[in-house]
């Protein structure tokens, strides 16, 4: 039974860093590759990031780039998502997901697992 767990989220204030994790079981972890994306009431899961099982490759969508990072260590089977400089519009449920077709993907009907979400919520 795969599995992915997202922690690390919480109340902050604009400008600080959160590190959010993901922690994945029941899965080969070098057989997906793992993004991240985010949510808000009435709206679509976004695409945030990507990285490939060898965290040699990593994608960003512009909003977040220069400010958030993935990474991954393959030894926990887990992968971070590094944010610095959180404004108010950061705030959503942020949700990590694996895809088994090994690419960047931003789509998010192309992954194949999702873990339940970590809330953070930036204020002002």
């Known amino acids: 039974q795969v599995q992915l767990v997202e922690s690390g989220g919480g109340l902050v204030q604009a400008g600080a860093s959160l590190r959010l994790s993901c922690a994945a079981s029941g899965l080969t972890f070098t057989s997906y590759a793992m993004g991240w994306f985010r949510q808000t009431p009435g709206k679509e899961r976004e695409f945030l990031a990507a990285i490939s099982w060898s965290g040699r490759n990593t994608y960003y969508t512009d909003s977040v780039k220069g400010r958030f990072t993935i990474s991954g260590d393959n030894a926990k089977n887990t992968v971070y998502l590094q944010m610095n400089s959180l404004k108010p519009e950061d705030t959503a449920i942020y949700y990590c997901?694996?895809?088994?077709?090994?690419?960047?993907?931003?789509?998010?009907?192309?992954?194949?697992?999702w873990g339940q979400g970590t809330q953070v919520t930036v204020s002002s």
């Open positions: 997901a694996a895809d088994a077709r090994l690419r960047l993907d931003t789509n998010v009907d192309n992954y194949d697992y």
